[in-house]
């Protein structure tokens, strides 16, 4: 189980990258937190997200490092505390008027295997999730 440990360790850390990519890489900060067209009550979810984003992975961290000898319960609840912030940005274009970008930024953002890139990361990382899940399962 410590390989899928490590794993879900590393998904947790992943889950800082909402905090990176909305506010401190300029390219991809000035869609989200420094974007002038966002209303005040934009920013405010978007930071919303990004602190929930850091709050499961630190909440993950501490169950996989924090409780002693890592159960199957605390590894099970970890990984789960890791894919919840990708979950939900998986699930949140079902909510009417949202997007995976703003339209201005469509073309500068590209895609991955023709997806956009927010799309293919929740997808890869929760598939990462899955398979480290299963992996500690048939190991344990």
Known sequence: MEIAKWVVALVAVFNFGGYVADAVIPFTAKQHIHNPHWSPHAKFHNAQTMLLGIGLGLFSL???FGTGPLTFLHFTLAAVAGALYFVAMLLS????????????????????LGMHP????????????????VYALVKH
């Not at 970008?101 to 991955?112: I, Q, R």
């Not at 927010?118 to 899940?133: K, N, P, S, Y």
């Open 62 to 64: 501490f169950l996989l």
């Open 118 to 133: 927010q799309l293919f990361v929740g997808l890869l990382v929760c598939l990462i999730l899955f398979v480290a899940c």
């Open 93 to 112: 274009p079902v909510f009417p008027g949202t997007g995976w970008s703003d339209p201005e930024f469509t073309k500068e953002n590209g895609s991955v």
